[in-house]
């Protein structure tokens, strides 16, 4: 899954509080990570057979089916007692060993944190860049806290619902769950409440730091410094964004239309407790043509990348400039070449323009009550179509070669190279970046376009396999019994009468049909009482 959930058509008009106690009332549970400093988190999974109450709405998952949430479980108290460096927690001996224990929250940072994420979601996903691909996970759900932490754990998470982890204890992992649910401030040794965000699972993703040895790691650096360009436009600055806290999936469609294994991948951002909006000052500066990502060496992530006490000097700011272009014009290319023809026949079904046909629009048609469709408002989403920099066309000019180049220094075979004052070693090799090739050329489009069958399907095909997404609106489509009675049940004709007449026929067949029977069943019996009259005399006479 990318990225975007919503409520099913089955649980349309009903409450997202109602959608969860269902899912988890119906899904098994595994620990996902328990290394976190604030947090455990669990993945709920659905049990088989059970239709799932939400749908993806990502670009390359329309409409599929949900199966998997990620629970992050975490102390939370209302007041801090002792704000700062030396935050409140809870003593769990052996839990972490450089932190032994897990920190606890307020609920007014959860409920910063968890307002940034959806706000960073919602821009993103109707981004026209990002077409429907959240910057984050999708969050779904906030209990902050829970009225009652014992009994809602007693509820969804009894030992029968645990599934350990792979070489783990089932009673082991019992007791790292009641670890949380159990935990007492060391501070005034207050026991504290339990509050649950809801997010979607981002099955097939691994965080940065762990993909240093994958031959596209250089590569997904070039994504990650692409996707943290996109987090300030919508508004944002990280403030905590290392290796850990970027997620990738190297196998999906983002950059690339032809599916070249060497620029597959997609970034996710997480971790949102530290985010701060940008100063109005900042968001003028962004969209400036001479803007120099001073943003993007602010955060950790700058350091991550160019090495420790690396500064941004004008070098590393056109290579930037350079890695940002070249990844948005792949985006826009991908955008019209896949996901714009894979979504047609849901803009072809609500008759939305070929002038409007926008991801906002399309939420907004479909999903009417939601946070991310008829409740989207109006934002100051700086990735202006006329203002943004990615969108700002350079003056190129040609090498001896033939080939273009945008920035830095071109070399005798076209390629661009960058140096630095601060010595070669500040800018690795991974940034020997050619802004003027083009990753695809040549290449046909395969993969997620439209397969010949669908290519043939009408509309009415696609309503008619959609039918769980795209009716749900449609009153003119409500099942009607008496109408359903008429048109399958009814043979055509100008006389009054016959539909009764019909149904009274099967009824009067069924009943002959049962008289029939009835009658069978007599004469077997009786055929039975004479043979056995016929036996008694028999018997008797022999006696005799």
Request: aromatic share 10%.
């Amino acid at each position: 899954m990318k990225g975007g959930i919503e409520l099913s058509v089955k649980w349309f008009g009903q409450t997202m509080d109602e959608a969860i106690t269902f899912f988890l009332e119906n899904s098994t549970f595994r620990i996902f990570t328990n290394s976190s400093i604030s947090c455990i988190t669990l993945i709920a999974k659905l049990n088989s057979g059970i239709d799932s109450p939400f749908i993806s709405i990502d670009s390359l998952d329309f409409a599929g089916s949900i199966t998997s949430l990620l629970l992050k479980i975490m102390p939370s108290t209302d007041v801090i007692l002792a704000p700062g460096i030396m935050a409140d927690k809870a003593s769990i001996p052996g839990r972490i060993k450089s932190y032994d224990g897990i920190e606890i929250n307020s609920y007014a940072t959860i409920e910063r944190e968890t307002t940034i994420q959806k706000d960073i979601f919602r821009k993103s996903i109707i981004s026209p860049i990002s077409y429907l691909d959240g910057l984050c996970p999708a969050l779904l759900h906030v209990i902050n806290p829970l009225p009652d932490k014992k009994s809602w754990k007693t509820k969804f998470l009894n030992g029968k619902k645990i599934i350990p982890r792979p070489q783990k204890d089932k009673m082991s992992e019992i007791v790292l769950i009641n670890q949380i649910f159990s935990a007492v401030n060391s501070i005034g040794n207050k026991e504290t409440t339990v509050s649950i965000i809801f997010m979607e699972f981002m099955e097939g993703y691994d965080i940065l730091y762990n993909l240093k040895g994958s031959p596209n790691y250089n590569m997904y650096q070039q994504m990650a410094l692409y996707q943290l360009h996109q987090l300030h436009l919508s508004g944002y600055i990280h403030n905590d964004l290392h290796l850990g806290n970027i997620m990738v999936h190297p196998s999906i469609q983002h950059f690339t239309a032809t599916k070249n294994p060497e620029y597959l991948g997609i970034i996710k951002i997480i971790d949102f407790g530290r985010t701060a909006p940008l100063f109005q000052s900042e968001k003028l500066l962004i969209q400036s043509p001479t803007y120099d990502y001073n943003l993007i060496a602010k955060e950790k992530l700058f350091q991550n990348i160019f090495g420790e006490g690396s500064v941004l000097s004008k070098d590393i700011s056109s290579l930037l400039k350079a890695i940002i272009i070249a990844y948005s014009n792949k985006r826009k290319e991908i955008i019209k070449s896949i996901l714009q023809p894979r979504l047609k026949p849901f803009y072809d079904f609500k008759s939305i323009p070929e002038t409007e046909r926008k991801p906002d629009n399309l939420l907004r048609v479909l999903f009417p009550g939601s946070s991310y469709g008829g409740l989207i408002a109006k934002t100051n989403y700086i990735n202006d179509t006329n203002e943004s920099l990615q969108y700002i066309m350079m003056k190129e000019h040609t090498s001896e070669t033939g080939k273009t180049s945008e920035t830095g220094k071109t070399s005798e075979t076209g390629k661009t190279s960058y140096t630095s004052e601060y010595g070669s070693d500040s800018i690795k090799s991974i940034f020997d970046f050619d802004p003027s090739y083009d990753w695809d050329a040549g290449r046909p489009i395969v993969g997620n376009t439209l397969s010949v069958e669908e290519e043939k399907m009408t509309i009415e095909d696609f309503k008619s396999r959609l039918n769980g997404v795209l009716m749900q609106n449609d009153t003119e489509k409500t099942f009607n019994i008496s109408q359903f009675l008429k048109e399958n049940l009814v043979a055509t004709t100008t006389k009054g009468g016959k539909y009764k007449r019909y149904i009274k026929s099967k009824k009067n067949k069924t009943h002959k049909k049962r008289k029939s029977s009835k009658t069978y069943r007599s004469k077997l019996n009786r055929s039975k009482s004479h043979r056995s009259k016929s036996h008694n005399r028999k018997t008797n006479k022999n006696r005799r």
